[in-house]
Protein backbone atom coordinates (compact mmCIF):
# COMPACT_ATOMS: atom_id res chain seq x y z
CA UNK A 1 0.00 0.00 0.00
CA UNK A 2 1.13 3.56 -0.67
CA UNK A 3 0.04 6.53 1.67
CA UNK A 4 0.27 10.03 0.65
CA UNK A 5 -0.55 12.60 2.45
CA UNK A 6 -1.17 16.16 1.81
CA UNK A 7 -0.16 19.95 2.73
CA UNK A 8 -0.06 23.20 1.98
CA UNK A 9 -3.70 24.22 1.34
CA UNK A 10 -5.38 27.61 2.93
CA UNK A 11 -7.20 31.20 1.87
CA UNK A 12 -5.68 33.46 -0.32
CA UNK A 13 -6.26 36.52 -2.19
CA UNK A 14 -6.51 36.24 -6.29
CA UNK A 15 -2.94 36.65 -7.44
CA UNK A 16 -1.31 35.33 -4.60
CA UNK A 17 0.57 31.68 -4.52
CA UNK A 18 0.62 28.41 -2.68
CA UNK A 19 2.79 25.11 -2.59
CA UNK A 20 0.84 22.42 -2.20
CA UNK A 21 3.07 19.22 -1.15
CA UNK A 22 2.45 15.46 -1.25
CA UNK A 23 4.47 13.06 0.88
CA UNK A 24 4.43 9.40 0.14
CA UNK A 25 5.01 6.41 2.19
CA UNK A 26 4.58 3.11 2.15
CA UNK A 27 5.58 1.22 -1.08
CA UNK A 28 6.58 3.95 -2.84
CA UNK A 29 8.21 2.33 -5.91
CA UNK A 30 4.65 1.99 -6.79
CA UNK A 31 4.77 6.04 -7.42
CA UNK A 32 6.35 5.91 -10.73
CA UNK A 33 3.57 8.64 -11.85
CA UNK A 34 2.12 11.17 -9.64
CA UNK A 35 -0.49 13.36 -9.86
CA UNK A 36 -2.29 16.64 -8.54
CA UNK A 37 -6.25 16.40 -9.03
CA UNK A 38 -8.94 18.98 -8.23
CA UNK A 39 -12.59 19.13 -7.42
CA UNK A 40 -15.21 22.40 -7.06
CA UNK A 41 -17.68 22.15 -5.46
CA UNK A 42 -20.82 21.05 -8.14
CA UNK A 43 -18.01 20.01 -10.47
CA UNK A 44 -16.28 16.65 -11.60
CA UNK A 45 -12.55 16.00 -10.39
CA UNK A 46 -10.47 16.99 -12.78
CA UNK A 47 -6.65 16.29 -13.34
CA UNK A 48 -4.30 19.56 -13.10
CA UNK A 49 -0.71 18.43 -13.70
CA UNK A 50 0.75 14.78 -13.40
CA UNK A 51 4.57 14.07 -13.69
CA UNK A 52 6.88 11.20 -14.15
CA UNK A 53 8.85 9.56 -12.13
CA UNK A 54 12.44 11.55 -13.34
CA UNK A 55 10.35 14.21 -13.96
CA UNK A 56 10.94 14.73 -17.74
CA UNK A 57 7.63 14.90 -18.70
CA UNK A 58 4.97 16.26 -17.15
CA UNK A 59 1.56 17.89 -17.78
CA UNK A 60 -0.87 20.50 -16.94
CA UNK A 61 -4.40 21.38 -17.92
CA UNK A 62 -4.78 24.57 -19.88
CA UNK A 63 -6.51 26.42 -17.08
CA UNK A 64 -3.21 26.52 -15.43
CA UNK A 65 -0.60 26.25 -17.68
CA UNK A 66 1.85 29.28 -16.92
CA UNK A 67 0.27 29.82 -13.59
CA UNK A 68 1.26 26.07 -12.13
CA UNK A 69 4.47 23.64 -11.90
CA UNK A 70 4.61 20.41 -10.40
CA UNK A 71 8.20 18.89 -9.44
CA UNK A 72 8.70 15.57 -7.52
CA UNK A 73 11.54 15.24 -4.73
CA UNK A 74 12.49 11.37 -5.00
CA UNK A 75 14.77 11.69 -2.48
CA UNK A 76 11.83 13.00 -0.25
CA UNK A 77 9.36 10.59 -1.50
CA UNK A 78 7.57 14.18 -1.89
CA UNK A 79 5.38 16.01 -4.88
CA UNK A 80 4.72 19.92 -4.93
CA UNK A 81 2.64 21.70 -6.72
CA UNK A 82 3.44 25.37 -6.64
CA UNK A 83 0.48 27.86 -7.21
CA UNK A 84 1.19 31.53 -8.83
CA UNK A 85 -1.24 33.89 -9.78
CA UNK A 86 -4.32 32.41 -8.42
CA UNK A 87 -7.14 32.67 -9.38
CA UNK A 88 -11.11 32.30 -7.17
CA UNK A 89 -11.69 29.77 -10.02
CA UNK A 90 -8.77 27.49 -8.35
CA UNK A 91 -10.83 27.42 -5.54
CA UNK A 92 -11.14 23.70 -4.81
CA UNK A 93 -9.91 20.49 -2.57
CA UNK A 94 -6.76 19.63 -4.41
CA UNK A 95 -5.92 15.84 -4.18
CA UNK A 96 -2.53 14.26 -4.25
CA UNK A 97 -2.18 10.77 -6.67
CA UNK A 98 -0.25 8.42 -7.58
CA UNK A 99 0.50 4.88 -8.70
CA UNK A 100 2.29 2.92 -11.92
CA UNK A 101 2.09 3.99 -15.38
CA UNK A 102 -0.72 2.01 -16.76
CA UNK A 103 0.30 2.93 -20.24
CA UNK A 104 -1.83 5.88 -20.85
CA UNK A 105 -0.97 9.90 -21.86
CA UNK A 106 -0.60 11.33 -18.82
CA UNK A 107 -3.75 13.65 -19.81
CA UNK A 108 -5.20 10.36 -19.51
CA UNK A 109 -3.97 8.74 -16.13
CA UNK A 110 -5.17 8.32 -12.91
CA UNK A 111 -3.78 6.24 -10.25
CA UNK A 112 -4.34 3.56 -7.67
CA UNK A 113 -4.03 6.02 -4.90
CA UNK A 114 -5.33 9.09 -3.53
CA UNK A 115 -4.56 11.50 -0.15
CA UNK A 116 -7.18 12.81 1.65
CA UNK A 117 -7.49 16.38 -0.08
CA UNK A 118 -6.32 20.19 1.08
CA UNK A 119 -8.69 22.93 0.12
CA UNK A 120 -7.07 25.57 -1.51
CA UNK A 121 -9.61 28.93 -1.57
CA UNK A 122 -9.19 32.00 -3.86
CA UNK A 123 -10.95 34.99 -2.31
CA UNK A 124 -11.55 37.66 -5.04
Known amino acids: QVQLVESGGGLVQAGGSLRLSCAAS????????MAWFRQAPGKERELVAAITWSGGTTYYVDSVKGRFTISRDNAKNTMYLSMNSLRPEDTAVYYC?????????????????WGQGTQVTVSS
Open 26 to 33: GRTFATRI
Open 97 to 113: NAGPPIGVRLSDYVGDY
